[in-house]
């Protein structure tokens, strides 16, 4: 219920390795005036899957919990830091963003959105004419509506480290990388992640468990 309709319902029924091309519209009250009303090719590749259902000691073990008990305890304080890091994400602004690593991201998006229209027949640029736009104003809202929220996600997070003098070291970064490949059953790598993604994947479940320590509840 996150997506735009017919985006989660057209997912139904795909595997593990497939990749589903979803021909959908953008509601016309989107959040986007660029996007509101236009129709959209979202491809999807299915990486990995998560059964839903009430876990069992075996699937807490297998995971690498102690128990069940642990298991739930860590989901517990995992659900309120994440809560709580979204607030502060919410009420918290990005003043700047890393030059070269904002172009780098956003260079490597727009490459995406070439190769996926280069295997339509087309390219890019004659697709955003038919829509009535141009490459640098779609830069621009890749900019505004991927590069930045993603970046500040990480950005917050390193800064809320650094105000609790708590860094992030290299043998916890290679620690998370184990941790999701055996989670996965894949190396991050072939799913598509980079070391500097892997790191901040790592920044931000050091920043979750620690607000969530610090927690107090309120009667």
């Known amino acids: 219920g996150t997506f735009i309709d017919g985006f989660e319902e057209g997912l139904i029924g795909a595997k593990i ?18 996007l509101a009303g236009q129709d959209v090719v979202f491809v999807v590749t299915i990486n990995f899957a998560t059964k839903l259902g009430d876990p069992t000691e075996d699937d807490a073990k297998k995971y ?10 860590q989901a517990d304080e995992f659900a309120i830091g994440v809560c709580l890091f979204t607030n502060i994400s919410k009420t918290a ?6 030059k ?17 229209w280069s295997s339509q027949g ?16 779609f830069r621009k809202t890749v900019l505004e509506q991927e590069i930045k929220p993603y970046m500040d996600n990480y950005l917050i997070a390193y800064y809320l480290l650094q105000t609790h003098d708590a860094e992030l070291t290299k043998d916890e ?6 941790e999701l490949d055996e989670k996965y059953d ?34």
């Open 93 to 98: 602004t990005v003043k700047d963003y890393p």
């Open 173 to 178: 970064v290679e620690a998370k990388r184990i």
């Open 122 to 137: 087309t390219d890019l640029a004659t697709f955003l004419e038919y829509q009535g736009s141009n490459v640098a104003d």
């Open 64 to 73: 690498g919990f102690e128990s069940l008990d642990d298991y739930e305890t």
């Open 17 to 34: 390795g497939d990749t589903v091309n979803l021909n959908l519209t953008f509601p016309e009250n989107y959040q986007s005036e660029e």
């Open 186 to 219: 894949a190396t991050l790598e072939s799913m598509g992640y980079d070391a500097i993604e892997i790191q901040h994947t790592a920044a931000l479940s050091k920043v979750v468990k620690l607000i969530s320590s610090e927690a107090k509840a309120i009667n």
């Open 100 to 116: 070269e690593e904002r172009e780098l991201l956003l260079d490597s998006a727009i490459a995406d959105y070439e190769a996926y």
